[in-house]
Each structure stands twice: as C-alpha cells, then as structure tokens.
C-alpha cells in the first residue's frame, strides 16, 4: 500500500518584548540564574499577573502576517500541570478563543507553491529551566536539579498549522519559512540554539487518497531545520515500517535524539492529556478592537512573499530572489540602494549574496552593521562594468571598502588596483613587448590566433597586471594587423 | 479601651487626648489579657507596631494628617502578604514563609498610617466556617469561649470583639467575614468585587475572593472602606471606573428606600431567635420610612451547589503553586514529583484537600460540562435573579447566618451543616456584590445575631445608609463576656 504522511507542526516563539507577559521583570536570554524574578513569575503566594500589552500587540502581527483573523474578544485559561520549573503549577495560556486564528503560509517546494493553513496563534507564557545534575543531564537518576526562573513569563506565541504538510522536507521548509517572516516582523529574535524558537512536529499517516487523519504522534527537541527534517522523514518511516509489518501507531510523544537519528517514546497519551482547563480567573477578557487591528496592520513591514515577487520583477531568477531575500534587513537595503543608484540587480544581488556573505562570515561581522551602503556598491559595480578594476581586483577593493579604507575609488588608488586605461602607458608596453617579439607577429600574420594570448600576457607583465586586458587584446592586433 | 471606635480614636488623636502609641498599648494590653483564651492571632508583631505608632504619632506632631487610619491599630487576617511578617494562611505548608512584598492592601495601610498590630487566625486558606481548620489551632468565641468566632476569618473577627484591634481585615469568598462578624457581635463588610485588590491576597478562589473590614461600627467601616479601595494596576480585575463614597449617605435616614425581605433566606434551618430579629428589625425599618418588599430569589436554593463546585475548582488550581519546591515546608521524596505529593500530602489539612480534590474532579475532562460549566449557568442565573429583584428594591436583607455561634466540634465532623453556616452570604459572592452583617440584638443566652444588607455592584453608598440606619435602631451595646467553661 501506499503511504500518504500526514504532518501538522507547532512552533514556539519567545517575544522579545521589554518585559514578561505578566509582569515587569525583563526579557532577555541567558544572564545569572534567577536575577530577573518578581513575585508573579516566581508564583509566590498572593501575586497576579497583568497582560502586557506589546506582546497582545506582537501576536496580532504576527497572526495578520499570517493571513489570520484576528478574535474580537479573547480570553486566557490555565492549563493545570505539575512540574518544577512550572512555578504556579499551571500555565497560562489560551483554549477555545486564541488572539489569532484561520491563517496560512505560502510556501515554496521545489519550485511549486503550497499553501499550509494555520489553525490558530496563542498566546502563553515560557516557563522556567531545569538543570539536571549528574547522569549527563537527564532528569532520571539525576543528582539534583537547579531552577532558573529568569525565563519564566517569558511571551511565548505558539503558532499551530493544519495537518496541510505532506513530507519532510516540507515540514523543514515550512518552518523556514515561518522563522524568516517572524524575523520579519522583528517581534523575536528567532534563534534556534537559544530556544527563543521550537518545533513540535505532529506526524501520522494514511492509505494515499484517503482524507481521514491517522494516529498522531508528537516529535519533540528538534533544535535545528536539518534535525526537524530528519526527526519527521525517520518517523514517517517507522510508522510505515510499523503498519506494513502489521503494528499499530499509538497516540504518544517521542522524543528526537539527534545523535542516534531515532525517536524515543516519552510518554504514551491517554487520549489527550487532561490539563484541566478553565477561564483564567485572574484575567480579564481582551478586547481587541477594530481600529487596533488595522493600526497593526498598518505597522507591519514587507513581508518575505512579496519581496521575493518585488526582486523577481527586477529581474532576478527565483533563486536568487530566495537567496536575497532571506538575508538580513541591512543587507537588503544595501541592495535597495544599490539598485536605486543604478546597479543592475542581478550584479548587486550576486555581490551581496556571494562576496559581501563570504566576508562578513570570514572576519565574523555582524550583518545588522554592515559598513556599506547602496551608493558604494553601485560605485563598485560600476567601475567593474567600465573597465576601472578587473572583477578579480574589484573583490579586494570591496575588502577595503568593507575594512573602512574609503570609497571604491580611494581604495582601488591607495591599493594600486585601478587597471591602466591611459592609452599612451598601455601603447608604450604594446611597442615594447612587439619590439621583443618579432616571431611573434609573424606567426600571428600567418593565422596563429592564440599566440595573441601569449603577448597579452606579456604587456600584463609589464604593466604589473593593472592593463584592462580586453583592451590589450584589442591594441595587439590594431597593431599587428596594421 | 481608650477609644470604642476607630473614627473616636482618631477624633482623641486630632486633638491630642491620646497618641497612636497609647492606643497601640492598650491594644497589645488587651491582647495579651484575652490571646490564651481567644487564640486570636497567629502573629503579634510588637516591634514592628511600636515603630509604626512612633512614626504615626511624629508624623502627627509634624502636621501630616494620612487620613481615617493614621496612628489606628489595625489586624490582618494571615492570608495577605506582609513584608518580612510571617504569613501562614493557617497552612502547615506555609510555616514560616515569610513574603518578599506587601499586599496592596497592606501598602495601603501603611502609606494611610495605620498601626499593624499582628496577624489573625483563619480556617487554613480561607475554608472553613469556625476557624478550627487552621492548622495553627482554633479561636474561640469572646461571647461564650465553647463556641467558635465563625469563619474563616474568626481572629479578625475575635479581635475587634475584644479591641485587641480597632480595625481588622478579612477576606470573604463566601461568607467568610459577614458570617465570622454576625457570631461575634461586630460589623463586617464584604465590598463590590474587585473594588479592594488582590494583589497579595493568598487566593482561595479568584473569581469570588474580596478583602473587606472588620469594625465596632458602620460609620469605622464605611471609613475603612474608604481607605483600602480603589483601582490597582496589579489586580487585573481591580474596577477601574469611579467610586461611590461609602461615607456619603450615612446620616441621610431611610425615607423612602425600598428593601427587599428574601424569601429564601428564612425557614428551615433558621433558628428562631434569629428569624425574630430580623422580622423585628424589618419592622423597625418600616416604622423608619422604608418601603418593605417580600422577593422571591428561586436560585438562591441552589447557590450553595454552584459555590461548591467554582470555589473548589479555582482552588485545586489556586493552591496548586504550593509543592514544597520553592518555599513553604518540603518533604522530601526519591523524585520531584514524590517531593511534590509528600509535601502536599502533609502540608495540608483535611478540608484543603477535600476541596481540592472535590475541585481537581469538577475540572477534570469529561466532567467539567455537568459540574464546573454548569455551575457557571448557575451564577449566571443567580445575577439575574439579583437584577430582577433590585428593579424592585435598593438593598435586599436577610439574617446573615441562619444561627448563632455553634459550640467548637460541633460540625467539624459535618462538612455539609459547615457549609450550611454560609447560605445566607454566597449569593453576593457569586453575583459579585457588597454586602454587610451588622449586630441587631443578642439570643436569650446572650450571643449576638447579626442582619445582613444586599446592594447591587457599587451600591455601597446605600448598603451604608441602610446600615448605619439598622445600627442606630437595633442600639446595639454589648460587649464579649469572654465567658464559658474554658475561661
């Protein structure tokens, strides 16, 4: 029989917001343990939590990037757990009536366009971390365990698709896709090794054309795209390995271990875990108005969709528009600019994704300051395509330019890289090197074409390597035709 | 005493006749004259007192006048935090947890100038009726030392009884300081919801749970009022709109204010002694000016269901943060989650758990449509029971406990006639709105019975005029006997 996998995935997202969700404690990663606490993120008797408005206002972004409706009135539930670095043993978070909800992502597979729908965008709250000591950090047979608090109330969005994605590498595109337009919107710093952002894929599978859904399972601990791919193509693998030999998908969670590149069965759910959910008593019901859906709306920047269709119509091939538009904010208007100051695209978008890349992994520079601008990159474009700089000389007026040794002009001149146009210095080297070689230009007289290259090279030697050698070429034979 | 009321004290302080430190002593005198008996507090905190009365009285000299309860000897019910004062809820699992912050409340208090005097008993996170379920021992009845104070907030109430404290704070989830006040003679008051904040109130039950005072009088109560309420950023569901003066109204009479005699609220379970006072007082008001309606609240009869599902679900979750690994008493277990279940196990006392079990099943899939939701439609039903009667009258009235103090041991044995002892006072929890108990008279062996005014939300002004009204006829001037065989 053939097999149809049937994946559905849930990703986190840590806002960056100033403060937590529910309180004024400051959001940011990592630091001493448990020094940005309060009485309400540490659960302490008494203490209430109040709704921080930015991170109302960060969902509904992203929920409208998403194509989502945004709820007119939402309300928060507790969803009841125990767990230790869960400091109220019970989460807040949303049920029946998320901030966001019917949305869809367009993707792109293998050149075709799919579009996965989103079921919804809630908002919750992170918990703390545990540190399991001894045992190689697992929490069976560990010595003890440390709390640290300084994440908990962290805002978290949880985004849920629809059971839409139907392979591995859809699931890895997909979550792409969605970490680069959340990017976008600069609602979160998105860093997979952080955590800030997390994926729980949810995969089953069924007889191909069939529409009824099979048993799901729950992947968990992905901690990069590679491993998201690898953890959903394995378990649709062991689920089909499974039934063909006559076995059941049971309802449970697994866990990825990206070292074996094999899933663990966690714990087995009856049925669906029962957190107990109620109306969070604490909270009032939000109301989000109209006129402050479409003043979000309005804030939200050019997305990663429509700016790849904006670089295609410019001119460049889906590649390269993908390539681009997945850089970093500075680097795009770097291209923004270029263009604007004439650059053709396709030059400015391949100096960007190729040599500008290249030398900001090298030294190991911050993209977000990037020491070039529009302007220059046209300056430089512009001075290959006249003839100034040979392409290989321009790379490294681009190394000085980056440096901060000046414009491309000045730093082709302090470099010595400008190649020799002045037709009198060039004339001088072609005599001299014609004197040298009268074989030579017989031979060239006499129909042999490619003893040309070997006097280009010639008056290259001369010159030191500055002579355009286009021009050269076309000098040497004015001069031995004549 | 110096001083039989709070707005008498501050009158003898504006004019120099006492001091906040001599109200404060005779205070801290009179408490360690009744606490072996009464068992009324968990916490007396001298020192910190004595400090608080010095400022108050320098402050004073100063010219700084912080209002009502400047240089006022005030008692916390233990369940709101207090900076660096123990805070027990009566909870064996909150020995010795000492909170990193103040209570809104309490911040209120202290920027008002008030005196805190110590902490009180209560049945353990606020459930009970009779204070005997605080794991820190029972109080007792300054009326008859056999019977209990009621609950849960029985030391506040025993406390103001005696004058070990001119002002006492309770919170009342469902009865818990009307009930408490009505068996020991004093005036209790449990405001709109969300008009006193939360914020660093131990909850029992969010959506229910208010902090209100205990006072010898109305007129210190509709003061004390007027001190602790207000909006509070940190309580989401605090009331943000405007306040009503509770003070405004109080001298105005009851010409022509129409009340409301519940029907439900009378009857089988009511003691006679009881039923006569109300009906006497109903009769004196009547002879006053009011307009006197019988109504009928048919959801009345089932309120004390639909309060004994949402009370105990909200707890389940409410007291789930108490699991020995952050603070509190830990016992120790192979796992976090055995940690978690021996301290939990031990830390509470049998009607906590009792309602958190009761609680964790009401919530559980499967059932929360027949319990939790429908107890829901319930409340929902009693709100509009309530609109429909007060289109017809300004206050409704009703005894505010169906008995009189009940003798220690006599119901602990019987959650369900425990439970009864609230009937008259969940309505307003459920709908969210102030209500009052006022002292109208004592029971021919001489323990006091108290009379209970409804209002809508924010109909405070009218619930004080009414009461302040009641009291002036009902005269009432006794004082605790501290009597009994165990004085």
Redesign the interface.
Known sequence: MTWEPVIGIEVHVELMTASKMFCGCVVEFGGEPNTRVC?TC??????????NRAAIESIMSIGLALGCRVSERSVFH?K?Y?Y?DL????QISQFDVPVCHDGFLDIEVDGESRRIGIERAHMEEDTGKSTHLGAGGRIHAAEG?L?DFNRSGVPLVEVVSRPDIRSATEARIYAQELRSLIAELGVSDVRLEEGSIRFDANVSIRPAGDDVLGTKVEIKNMNSFRSLERAVAHEIERQITLVDAGGEVIQETRHWDEETGVTHSMRVKE??S?Y???TE????PMVMRPEWVAQIRERLPELPASRRARYQSQGLDPGSAGVLSNLEGPMRSVYDGAVLSGAPPKAAANWLTGEVVGWLRKSERDPGSIPLDGPTLAELISMVDDGSVSSSAAKEVLDGVLSGEGSPRSVAEQRDLLQVSDSSVLEAAVAEVLAANPRAIEEFRSGEEKVVGFLVGQVMKATQGKADPRAVNQMLRDRMSG | MIAPSLSEAGRLLRSGETSAVALLEAVLETASRTEAQLHAFLTIDTEGAREAARQADAAMVDGIDRGPLHGIPVALKD???TRGVE?T?ASQI?AG?V???D?TVVSRLRSGGAVIVGKTNLDEFAMGSSTENSAYGTTYNPWDLDRVPGGSSGGSAAAVAVGSALLALGSDTGGSIRQPASLCGVVGMKPTYGTVS??????F???LDQIGPFTRTVEDSALALSSIWGHD?????SYPGAYPDPTAALERGVDGIKIGVVTELSGEGFEPAVEAATVDMVARLEKAGVEVIEVSLPTFDIALSAYYLIAP??A??NL????G???GLRVDGAT??EL?ARTRAEGFGPEVTRRILLG?YS???GY?DAF?GQAQRVRAAIQEDFSRAYGQVDVLVSPTSPTVAFEAGARTADPMAMYLSDICNIPSNLAGHPAISVPVGLDEAGLPIGFQVMAPALGEEVMYQVAAEVERLAGFSHSPSLSGTRS
């Open positions: 009485p540490l659960g302490l008797p008494g203490a209430l939590p109040v709704t507790r009841n125990f230790a400091p109220k043993n019970y365990t709390l049925g669906s029962d107990r959910y109620f008593p604490d909270l009032v | 369940n709101m935090c805070t809820a909150l947890y909170p990193p912050y209570a939360r914020y660093g109130l131990i909850a039950a969010s959506s950023p940190l309580d989401s569901t679900a909200e389940s979750s789930a943060r108490f699991d690994v952050r603070y976090t989650e978690m964790t919530l559980s899939a929360y939790y």
